[in-house]
């Protein structure tokens, strides 16, 4: 369901690299012996993981400025207040 929200023709925001940054922030998770690992709650590992997962579902390849200087829907929608980051958090929730 998740790989489906990201924008298949995106050259780099992919399901390739949420799994990357998932993947390497687990590895950052685990090499942290007596460190950040034994810091965190469980449920504070999952919230990093889930957002390492949606952190750029749904992006369509441009930057907020653009979104803004285009005045493209989602800079309407969001007042152009962070407008990606408002949409992935947004889509995370669908």
Do not use: W
């Not at 449920?43 to 369509?60: E, N, R, T, W």
Request: proline letters at 1%; charged letters at 15%; a negative charge.
């Amino acid at each position: 369901a998740v790989e489906a929200e990201y924008v298949s023709d995106n050259q780099y925001h992919t399901s390739v690299h949420a799994a990357d940054v998932l993947q390497t922030l687990h590895c950052l998770i685990q090499m942290g012996r007596g460190g950040i690992s034994e810091a965190l709650e469980k449920i504070d590992v999952y919230a990093m993981l889930l957002s390492a997962v949606v952190h750029d579902i749904g992006h369509p390849g441009t930057n907020n400025l653009y979104q803004i200087n285009a005045k493209t829907d989602l800079a309407i929608m969001y007042d152009g207040k962070s407008c990606l980051e408002n949409m992935h958090a947004a889509k995370t929730f669908q």
